[in-house]
Each structure stands twice: as C-alpha cells, then as structure tokens.
C-alpha cells in the first residue's frame, strides 16, 4: 500500500477543524475577561444557550462546564489548558469522538487578536464535522462577532 500523499493528509485534516480569528480594539486583559467568563456567553452570543459551571472557583486547569447550544446535544467540558495572556482550551468527547475547542488571544498593534477553533477527533471525526461543517462556521464567526463587540463597547 502507497502511503497518500502529504496534501491528502491535510485536506482530510482541515475538514475535521474549523477556525475563525477577530481583530478586537481592545487590549488583552479586557478580552480575556469576557473571553474567560463562560457563564455570561450566552449574553452576547446567540450560539450558545446556557454555560453552567460544573465546580466552584476560579476558571482553571480542570475546570468543568456543561455548554448548552441551539441544535446540538449538551456537553461537558474540561479545561486542559489556560494561560490568561494566550487563552484557554477545553474538551468534550462523547463516544467516537472528541471535541476540542481552542480560545486564543494575541496582542496586536491595535489591541487584540482572538482566534477561535473547534477540532473533532476520533472514529466519527469526519462524518460529524461534515455534517455540522456550515453550523461550525455559522457558531464560530457568531461568536467571534459577539466577543469583538462586547470587548469594545460592553454592549451584546
């Protein structure tokens, strides 16, 4: 057996991620605070119905959090990286495959650059980013809509 060739590979991976990025007039530490504080997403997005804390405490390493959103099942997520100068990372896996949600932030001339991405993984990897492909994209710039205008004016 020929092994596929390197672009192959790619597109097969690129299909399993979706990513979107957003120039905040903000500095930093204001989009981390609206970035890092799960359970007010729901107010200035409108993917997300609910973020509900699992545990007590500070938004750390562990942390755990049940998302809610328009169209999809209910996930529990753990944090499994942070960094209040770059973001957080988060994970969710139900059988077949995990999910892996990435919140970067990176100062720019201008303030901020936020990255937002979602990556599946697994068994059912590609079958489920297919299907879900246009309502990833729709929730990701959505997102990146509402944290850009609340980091700038504190409106949703």
């Known amino acids: 057996m020929r092994p596929r060739p390197q672009s192959a590979q790619r597109i097969r991976d690129l299909a399993k991620t979706f990513s979107i990025s957003v120039d905040i007039n903000a500095a ?19 993917s997300i119905r609910s973020v509900t804390r699992l545990d007590a405490g500070p ?18 997520f753990v944090v499994t990286e942070l960094d209040e100068r770059k973001g ?21 001339p201008r ?12 068994i059912a990897a590609s079958i489920v980013a297919w299907m879900t492909r246009d309502l990833n994209d729709r929730y990701l710039a959505l997102e990146a809509a509402g944290l850009k205008r609340r980091a700038e004016t504190g409106v949703a």
Do not use: C, N, Y
Request: charged share 25%.
């Open 28 to 46: 930093p530490e204001r989009v981390w605070a609206v970035m890092s504080d799960v359970e007010r997403w729901p107010e200035w997005t409108a």
């Open 59 to 76: 938004f750390v390493v562990g942390a755990r959090a049940r998302v809610r959103q328009p169209k999809l099942l209910p996930a529990d």
């Open 88 to 108: 957080f990372t988060w994970v969710t896996s139900s059988p077949g495959i995990t999910a892996t949600a990435k919140h970067l932030i990176e100062p720019i």
């Open 111 to 122: 303030g901020t650059r936020a990255t937002l991405s979602v990556e599946f993984e697994g």
